[in-house]
């Protein structure tokens, strides 16, 4: 089993900046890639970026001028660094982690507005 614990969303204004954290427990080992994925209201959840082991990176087009995706694998924890913020980045942000089972995190709210 994998325990995912996110942390570090809130609300912030237009334009500004969070850095969302991720900390991973458990069978860590099985980890070989880690991700965030988000969900607005009433929309299907998306992919927001992923990151192996390697570090080799992924990102929905649209975000990578904006957002960064990194990992400490010596912490177990994947960071996601969110610049520019916009009203239409508002969601429930899901850390997700594929090993043997792909496991979620419980989500951790980020609200963008004014």
């Known amino acids: 089993q994998v325990q995912l614990v996110e942390s570090g969303g809130g609300l912030v204004q237009p334009g500004g900046s969070l850095r969302l954290s991720c900390a991973a427990s458990?069978?860590?080992?099985?980890?070989?890639?880690m991700g965030w994925y988000r969900q607005a209201p009433g929309k299907q959840r998306e992919l927001v970026a992923t990151i192996t082991t390697g570090g080799s990176t992924n990102y929905l087009d649209s975000l990578k001028d904006r957002f960064t995706i990194s990992r400490d694998n010596a912490k177990n924890t994947v960071y996601l660094q969110m610049n520019s913020l916009k009203p239409e980045d508002t969601a429930v942000y899901y850390c997700?982690?594929?090993?043997?089972?792909?496991?979620w995190g419980q989500g951790t709210q980020v609200t963008v507005s004014s």
């Open positions: 458990g069978s860590i080992s099985s980890i070989y890639n």
């Open positions: 997700k982690a594929d090993g043997r089972l792909t496991y």
